[in-house]
């Protein structure tokens, strides 16, 4: 940047860039070199707190905090960072009390609103969620993350027309960003659009993999999994079980991933495998009603495919105690054909029309804590 490399400000827009593009480490290594030179440049300390919330840091959050409020009291980003700490940790009322006393301290503080509507947002109280969304929005005019989170809201309540509209303003202010992507996405395979929602699935996952990171978080599996499901309501079967594999690898212990490589087995007729991943989900969640009715419906079929005597040659051979004479008395008992169990036609197309309901589609992605 040249002359303007030492410039404190040009470099606190560098980190927001990072920050935005989901570089968190590199973010927060840009904003720790700034806070060593300046310790509490008023621009920087919101970033900064926000990666330590992205990458789980605690104790440095905890002892940030300490601090701040110990120099700055009266300052709304003291106050801001211990509610951020107690969000990390899972005490959303503590986390409530302290952030509004940050925006009671500034009433436009845009970064406490946005943090203020999460404490809501983790306990579904989507209304009180909303408001505070809505009061961040009016405040961080051309940041796309209170629009993003609106947006998510309505989804959860249901109403994916006005989800759509925030999602397409947030997309208008960020057009790269994976996580507006990844949820446009999910409006589209809502809406029974496949072919739209692979299309946001796959340009979110370009726009990961082209940061420094790229797929090394956890947060990114439901993203790879989407894109499994869309690609098994393309019938591209072998795509989608590619895509699942990808999810096992960054969260080998989530149910909802072996359930669904399970499912496209099962449409590929491959009831053996298929099984032993509906065994391996239902080991993970035992009260997965999907995985259970399907592992039943796996089941049967593989018996009725399975020939019972499979290695048993068509002409037996005589027993070494008996002449040819004596094998004519041995006695063949015969069924009846009223007694004989028909077996269904395909079980695949009887998969095919399972209820879209139980493979739930996965939208609980880790977003940005905070800005």
Same mark, same amino acid.
């Given at each position: 940047m040249g002359l303007l490399g030492e410039n404190m400000d040009i470099v606190v827009n560098l980190a927001e860039r990072h920050y935005y593009n989901c570089e968190f480490r590199a973010c927060l290594n840009i904003t720790s070199e700034v806070l060593h030179k300046d310790p509490y440049h008023s621009d920087c300390l919101p970033v900064h707190i926000a990666c330590l919330v992205e990458l789980q840091k605690a104790n440095d959050l905890f002892y940030l905090a300490h601090k701040l409020?110990?120099?700055?009291?009266?300052?709304?980003?003291?106050?801001?960072a211990v509610g951020c700490y107690y969000l990390l940790v899972k005490k959303n009322d503590a986390a409530r009390q302290y952030l509004s006393k940050a925006t009671s301290l500034d009433r436009v503080y845009g970064p406490a609103w946005l943090a203020y509507g999460h404490s809501f947002a983790i306990e579904n109280e989507h209304d009180q969620a909303m408001a505070a969304y809505f009061k961040a929005s009016q405040l961080m005019?051309?940041?796309?993350?209170?629009?993003?989170?609106?947006?998510?809201?309505?989804?959860?309540?249901?109403?994916?027309k006005l989800a759509d509209r925030f999602f397409s303003q947030a997309l208008a202010i960020a057009p790269k960003d994976p996580f507006v992507l990844h949820e446009m996405g999910v409006v589209a395979f809502q809406n029974e659009d496949w072919e739209a929602a692979k299309?946001?699935?796959?340009?979110?996952?370009? #726009?990961v993999q082209s940061g420094q990171q790229g797929l090394s978080s956890e947060?990114?599996?439901? %993203? *790879?999994? /989407?894109?499994?499901? =869309?690609?098994?309501k393309l019938k591209k079967y072998t795509e989608a079980l590619d895509h699942?594999?990808?999810?096992?690898?960054? #969260?080998?212990?989530?149910?909802?991933?072996?359930?669904?490589?399970?499912?496209?087995?099962? %449409? *590929?007729? /491959?009831?053996?495998? =298929?099984?032993?991943?509906?065994?391996?989900a239902l080991g993970l969640r035992r009260d997965d009603t999907f995985s259970t009715n399907m592992l039943e419906k796996c089941m049967q079929q593989l018996l009725y495919d399975?020939?019972?005597?499979?290695?048993?040659?068509?002409?037996?051979?005589?027993?070494?105690?008996?002449?040819?004479?004596?094998?004519?008395?041995?006695?063949?008992?015969?069924?009846?054909?009223?007694?004989?169990?028909?077996?269904?036609?395909n079980l695949s197309s009887v998969l095919a029309d399972a209820s879209d309901s139980d493979m739930a589609l996965e939208v609980s992605m880790d977003l940005e804590g905070s800005d």
């Amino acid at each position: 940047m040249g002359l303007l490399g030492e410039n404190m400000d040009i470099v606190v827009n560098l980190a927001e860039r990072h920050y935005y593009n989901c570089e968190f480490r590199a973010c927060l290594n840009i904003t720790s070199e700034v806070l060593h030179k300046d310790p509490y440049h008023s621009d920087c300390l919101p970033v900064h707190i926000a990666c330590l919330v992205e990458l789980q840091k605690a104790n440095d959050l905890f002892y940030l905090a300490h601090k701040l409020v110990d120099l700055y009291p009266e300052k709304p980003v003291a106050w801001f960072a211990v509610g951020c700490y107690y969000l990390l940790v899972k005490k959303n009322d503590a986390a409530r009390q302290y952030l509004s006393k940050a925006t009671s301290l500034d009433r436009v503080y845009g970064p406490a609103w946005l943090a203020y509507g999460h404490s809501f947002a983790i306990e579904n109280e989507h209304d009180q969620a909303m408001a505070a969304y809505f009061k961040a929005s009016q405040l961080m005019k051309g940041c796309h993350l209170p629009l993003l989170y609106i947006g998510l809201e309505y989804g959860l309540t249901n109403n994916s027309k006005l989800a759509d509209r925030f999602f397409s303003q947030a997309l208008a202010i960020a057009p790269k960003d994976p996580f507006v992507l990844h949820e446009m996405g999910v409006v589209a395979f809502q809406n029974e659009d496949w072919e739209a929602a692979k299309k946001y699935f796959v340009e979110a996952l370009d #726009s990961v993999q082209s940061g420094q990171q790229g797929l090394s978080s956890e947060k990114w599996e439901p %993203l *790879l999994n /989407n894109i499994g499901h =869309a690609c098994r309501k393309l019938k591209k079967y072998t795509e989608a079980l590619d895509h699942h594999r990808r999810a096992l690898i960054l #969260s080998p212990r989530n149910p909802s991933t072996y359930s669904a490589m399970g499912y496209v087995h099962s %449409l *590929l007729g /491959n009831y053996a495998v =298929a099984i032993d991943y509906f065994h391996k989900a239902l080991g993970l969640r035992r009260d997965d009603t999907f995985s259970t009715n399907m592992l039943e419906k796996c089941m049967q079929q593989l018996l009725y495919d399975l020939d019972p005597c499979e290695d048993v040659p068509d002409d037996l051979p005589i027993p070494a105690n008996r002449t040819a004479g004596d094998s004519e008395e041995i006695i063949t008992e015969s069924v009846e054909t009223s007694d004989v169990v028909v077996a269904p036609s395909n079980l695949s197309s009887v998969l095919a029309d399972a209820s879209d309901s139980d493979m739930a589609l996965e939208v609980s992605m880790d977003l940005e804590g905070s800005d």
